[in-house]
C-alpha cells in the first residue's frame, strides 16, 4: 500500500516538517535508515501538552501527546526522504515520557504513537520499542518521541 494514500484515507495531515530548536538535524539518513531527533508535541509552533503526566496530565492526553510526537518525527522522515512511500520498516520507537512520581504507565502513553504508525504502516509499522519515565523534558514537554526507519535504497 502507498502510505502517503493511507494517511489521506485515515484522515491524517502530516505537520509541516519540524524545524530545531537548537543545533541538530530534526532526521538524518544513514545509508538505509533514517534516525529521527527527538519530537515534541510542538503544533504550529506552540506545545500542545506541558507537565507531567501522571500530575498535570492524564495518560489520555499522554497518548494524545505522543500521537503529536510521531507526526512530527514522520514529518521529519517524509522532509528527509521526500516521500512516506519510501519507508520499508518503522524499526524502532524510543519514547520519554514526563512522569510525575510513582507514575507508570509510560508504555500506554507511548502507545500514541506506536498505535498511531500501526494504522499508517501496517506490518511495516511493527516496530521494537522503548517507554520510558523521566524526571523532566525539554520545555516541559510531556512527551518526546524519537524513530529508527528502514526506507529503500
Given amino acids: 500500500m502507498r502510505f502517503e494514500a493511507k494517511l489521506k484515507e485515515l484522515g491524517v495531515e502530516l505537520p509541516e516538517a519540524p524545524r530545531?530548536?537548537?543545533a541538530y538535524a530534526p532526521a538524518v539518513r544513514a545509508g538505509n535508515f533514517v534516525y529521527t531527533s527527538g519530537q515534541i508535541t510542538m503544533v504550529q509552533g506552540t506545545l500542545r501538552y506541558t507537565g507531567k503526566?501522571?500530575?498535570?496530565?492524564?495518560?489520555?492526553q499522554g497518548y494524545q501527546a505522543a500521537r503529536i510526537c510521531a507526526l512530527n518525527a514522520l514529518s521529519a522522515v517524509r522532509d528527509l526522504i521526500g516521500s512516506l512511500d519510501g519507508v520499508e520498516q518503522i524499526v524502532k520507537v524510543v519514547g520519554f515520557v514526563?512522569?510525575?512520581d510513582g507514575f507508570i504507565e509510560q508504555p500506554k502513553v507511548?502507545?500514541?504513537a506506536s498505535e498511531l504508525l500501526r494504522d499508517i504502516f501496517g506490518s511495516a509499522g511493527q516496530h521494537a520499542?522503548?517507554?520510558v519515565g523521566v524526571n523532566e523534558l525539554p520545555l516541559n514537554t510531556a512527551v518526546e518521541?524519537?524513530?529508527i526507519v528502514k526506507v529503500r535504497g
Avoid: C, Q, W, Y
Avoid at 503526566?53 to 489520555?60: A, R, S, W, Y
Fill in 20 to 22: 530545531p530548536v537548537a
Fill in 53 to 60: 503526566i501522571g500530575k498535570d496530565l492524564t495518560v489520555e
Fill in 98 to 100: 514526563n512522569s510525575a
Fill in 110 to 112: 507511548v502507545n500514541g
Fill in 129 to 131: 520499542r522503548s517507554a
Fill in 145 to 147: 518521541i524519537e524513530l
